[in-house]
């Protein structure tokens, strides 16, 4: 069983927003390092977004500005709140928690952004 289920993707035009869901089922939440990375077709996924267990964030520089990361531990839930979406925000996101040497990712929930 996949501990991370995303939620949120689908179609937007760009300057629009989406928010993402990332919900954990399973894990320790409060105990894990979470971040949101995104694969575009043929190419190697990035990081977009992490944020610490002491709640410190860090961003791509695609991302600042635009984006904002979230968690709320008694939900057991991550977020990416991203707002004046792009084309190039195009892609599969997907959401992961590391803990040491464990480390799980989602399944990814597509996003799109076009006219």
């Known amino acids: 069983q996949v501990p991370l289920v995303e939620s949120g993707g689908g179609l937007d035009q760009p300057g629009g927003s989406l928010q993402l869901s990332c919900e954990d089922s399973g894990l320790t939440f409060s105990a894990y390092n979470l971040a949101w990375y995104r694969q575009r077709p043929g190419e190697e996924r990035e990081l977009v977004a992490s944020?610490?267990?002491?709640?410190?964030?860090d961003y791509a520089s695609s991302a600042k500005g635009r984006f904002t990361i979230s968690r709320n531990n008694r939900k057991s839930t991550m977020y990416l709140q991203m707002t004046d979406l792009k084309p190039e925000d195009t892609a599969v996101y997907l959401c992961?928690?590391?803990?040491?040497?464990?480390?799980?990712w989602g399944q990814g929930t597509q996003v799109t952004v076009a006219l």
């Open positions: 992961h928690a590391r803990r040491g040497s464990r480390a799980f």
């Open positions: 944020i610490s267990m002491a709640h410190e964030t």
